[in-house]
């Protein structure tokens, strides 16, 4: 029995020396927007901050040209029909929105077009996924003052772009096609209010 038991034991360390799984935090399935949420975004005034949505395989070329589509990583088929229904979901919710800005690049530009049917470029919304690059790092204040300005007009202000810079300022993270929703509050200050997965667009009902 005591030679069983230093077995055992023996095991048991051998297992705890091996890598450990990976943690799975950010797999986790976000939870459906709460109905408050989806009233805050129909009362309008908010930034509504849309990554563009699911893409084909591929990276964009070494060099990439905004006015050719050619060099860049594209919206799949997959991805210009969820654009097109995010925008038809926030029409049914009667969720209102006033100017759309959108990165020049095509992936952002085509789901800017797909959901709301027209779409300002803004190059403070480019990113290149590459934090630790200074041009990258400059480009946070101009993120920021997006962010924090109060829409033009009625409605909510869309900023379409991508993932990289959003998370470098504001450490919220979104998926292709996840929308997180802002508040501003003037002078580079926002408060994260929540955010929407493509999947939860359908379930999400009119607030009573």
Known sequence: MRARAVAILIIFSALALLPTAPAFADHKPEPPPAPELIRQMRDGGLVLYLRHAMTEKKPDADTVNFDDCATQRNLSEEGRHVAHTIGEEMARLEIYV???????????????????????????????????????QGRLPGLAALLSSAPEGPGNAVLVGHSGLLDLLTKVHVDEAEMAVFKPLGADKYEFLGRIRPEHWKAAALPR
């Open 98 to 136: 006033g100017a759309v800005m959108a990165s020049p690049f095509c992936r952002t530009r085509d789901t800017a077009t797909l959901a709301f049917g027209t779409a300002r470029i803004e190059p403070r919304l480019i990113s290149r996924g590459d934090p630790g690059n200074p041009e990258e």
